[in-house]
């Protein structure tokens, strides 16, 4: 038998591509890489309308509208390189002129190692790009229509992802599209129970597994991707195919944040309505009852289905039924009545005094359809302002009689004390001019007497001028005290550090002879009467000196210190101090902490000061310790606060 060639081998084959080739839907057309046509199949005649002898032979840009040119181009430099192009969307040129979309998929044409041109094969996809456009448009449309809407709007496919939001789905769930695009439903649309907290079920998950309908469960909130929450409402429904397959679920819902808290402002208005103890009625504008809550029942005793439709005149007493014409003629202006103070009458036909409150009820439209009263009975509260205003009569003549009785009992007191303080100065007036006398006279017999006087009346002789000597300080003290008890003061600009001074000076002779620190700070000027303020530093350096004599170096210091909030000045020694449990009582006139035989003294010195200070509207206290020294502290007047008198006091 005769071995057949290969080319009788090539041959069926050849055939059977090229039939294929011809009855091929998509044009299959074959060019060299100068870009000269070499092949073209009838598809290619049909999609381009060029016959094959028109073209073949021709250059491929026949086809190529004017501003692709530089595409073809790219495809044979790509093609050269033996680069295969797939699914290439462009458009293409009829010969009629029109551009029609195509999809083109160009191979290089080998033909023993070397590439020679190439191979297209280009489906027309003009019907396709058609449909997408539609789609697009429509879609386009449906965005629009969704974004202009109120409602929030969330669109999944069916896997349940989200597919597009609307602007006010955004809003509420914190989400952008961008973001939110392929994410699972359940992430973005975060549902718990309003009161429980637990998750929600997502209804566009039943949406899509059952094909049907769903509503939101009541008291829902969404958390929306920030934390903020919203009361939602509102449906998930699936979308459908025309085959009826899911394609996916659309979800629209709400914020009715608002509403709730209105629903829940009004059941929380009703349920104050029936708790209140007031008697809460409404009426409309001809008198007529409409509402009729518990509080009402008790007051007036109708129940409210005997005083519901009835007229409000039922509980208005005859001789008062004007005040409701008044009342009803306010109201149709608009008008609010505040505590208005009557008289109704209960079902029992007895007569309560009552305190109303009375507003117009308005409809949408803003006008007056009716009035809401308070009513709250006022009958105890009454009785009991009149048994306060008749014991306030009472207690203003009790008060009369007792401001009378004071007046004439502190203007005997103040005769009396006038009277004692003329008697105290004329005691201590009228003893001093005889003990002077004594003295003088004791003093000139022991003169007189001379050095040979017996040792026994003399020593008798000298106690007696001492006894006297003490009697006569004491007098003279006392009438020091009397004397400050009653000056008035003549108050003025006073330099203490000029005052403090003077007093240093006073006292020069009982410095004599001992070693002195003084320690004079800064001090002001002050308001007050020099005379006293005089006595009174006298008085507390004269007690610094005197207690400072056990000393070998006496530390007296004079300053101003900020204390108890104040401006206060002190006087300080480094003297034998005190125990403070005697301090109460250090102020006290003729207390002594120390004896006669320690040291001198009356014990009205510091009550002076005590009274100088008090004439100056001060405070004075001390401060000490046994064998320690002690610090004595004032204040001149309570209106001077720490830092009035001075820049910058001591702390």
């Known amino acids: ?52 002898h028109e073209v073949i032979g021709g250059p491929i840009s026949v086809i190529i509208p004017p501003d692709r040119g530089s595409e073809e181009i790219d495809i044979l430099q790509r093609i050269s390189r033996g680069e295969r192009i797939d699914h290439f969307q462009t458009s293409r040129m009829r010969k009629d002129g029109k551009r029609i979309d195509v999809s083109v998929t160009i191979s290089p044409l080998v033909q023993d190692g070397r590439i020679i041109g190439a191979s297209k094969i280009a489906r027309d996809i003009s019907d396709q790009k058609r449909l997408e456009r539609e789609i697009h448009d429509q879609r386009a449309r449906l965005q629009v229509t969704l974004r202009s809407i109120g409602d929030a709007v969330i669109v999944t496919n069916a896997n349940g992802e989200v597919d597009y939001m609307n602007p006010v789905a955004e809003a509420l769930t914190g989400w952008n599209v961008p973001d939110a695009h392929g994410q699972p439903l359940e992430a973005v649309f975060n549902i718990v129970n309003e009161t429980t907290r637990r998750r929600v079920e997502n209804p566009a998950a039943r949406a899509l597994q059952q094909g049907v309908v769903v509503g939101l469960a009541n008291h829902t909130l969404l958390i929306a991707r920030g934390g903020l929450e919203y009361a939602i409402d509102d449906t998930a429904a699936p979308i459908r195919s025309e085959s009826d397959d899911i394609l996916g679920a659309v979800l629209v819902f709400r914020d009715v944040s608002a509403s709730r808290a209105s629903d829940d402002f009004r059941a929380r208005l009703a349920s104050i309505v029936q708790s209140s103890d007031d008697a809460i009625i409404s009426k409309d504008l001809n ?72 507003s117009p009820v308005f409809d949408a439209e803003g006008h007056v359809v009716g009035a809401s009263k308070i009513a709250r009975d006022i009958t105890d509260r009454k009785r009991i302002e009149r048994e306060l205003a008749d014991a306030r009569d009472r207690l203003k003549v009790h008060s009369e009689q007792l401001e009378k009785t004071v007046g004439e009992r502190t203007a005997e007191l103040q005769s009396a004390y006038r009277e004692l303080e003329a008697f105290t100065y004329s005691v201590a007036h009228d003893l001093r001019s005889p003990l ?103 008085n507390l350096l004269s007690n610094a000196l005197k207690y400072t004599r056990p000393r070998p170096v006496a530390k007296i210091e004079v300053d101003r210190i900020v204390a108890r909030g104040r401006l206060a000045f002190y006087v300080r020694d480094n003297g034998i101090g005190f125990n403070m449990e005697s301090a109460a009582k250090l102020f006290t006139p003729f207390h002594r902490l120390h004896s006669e035989r320690e040291f001198e003294g009356s014990g009205v010195g510091l009550a002076i000061v005590e009274r100088v200070v008090r004439k100056h509207g001060g405070q004075i206290w001390a401060d000490a310790k046994p064998d320690g020294g002690a610090t004595f502290f004032f204040t001149l007047d309570n209106d001077t606060k720490a830092g009035d008198t001075i820049a910058n006091p001591q702390t």
């Open 287 to 358: 008198g007529r009852i409409t509402s009729w809550n518990p509080g009402a029942v008790k007051l007036f005793g109708y129940p409210a289905e005997e005083a519901i439709g009835r007229p409000i005149s039922m509980v208005i007493p005859p001789d008062r039924l004007a005040e409701e014409t008044t009342i009803l003629e306010q109201l149709r202006r608009g008008e609010r009545i505040e505590h208005f103070e009557t008289v109704r009458i209960t079902r029992d036909r007895r007569k309560i005094q009552v305190s109303l409150t009375v």
């Open 1 to 52: 038998m005769k071995k057949p060639s290969s080319h009788q081998d090539a041959e069926p084959a050849n055939n059977l591509l090229a039939a294929i080739i011809d009855s091929s839907d998509d044009a299959i057309i074959s060019k060299d890489l100068s870009g000269t046509i070499t092949s073209w199949n009838r598809a290619a005649e049909r999609i381009f309308g060029y016959a094959a």
């Open 436 to 538: 002077r006398r004594m003295q003088g006279f004791l003093s000139a017999l022991k003169n007189d007497l001379g050095p040979g006087l017996a040792r026994d009346p003399a020593d008798l002789l000298q106690r007696t001028i001492f006894s006297l000597d003490r009697l006569d300080r004491l007098v003279a003290d006392l009438l020091e005290l009397s004397r400050v008890g009653k000056e008035a003061g003549q108050f003025q600009a006073v330099a203490l550090d000029q005052v403090v001074q003077q007093a240093i000076a006073d006292l020069r002779h009982h410095t004599e002879g001992r070693q002195i620190e003084w320690k004079i700070g800064a001090l002001p000027v002050v308001r007050g009467d020099p005379g006293l303020l005089q006595q009174a530093f006298l």
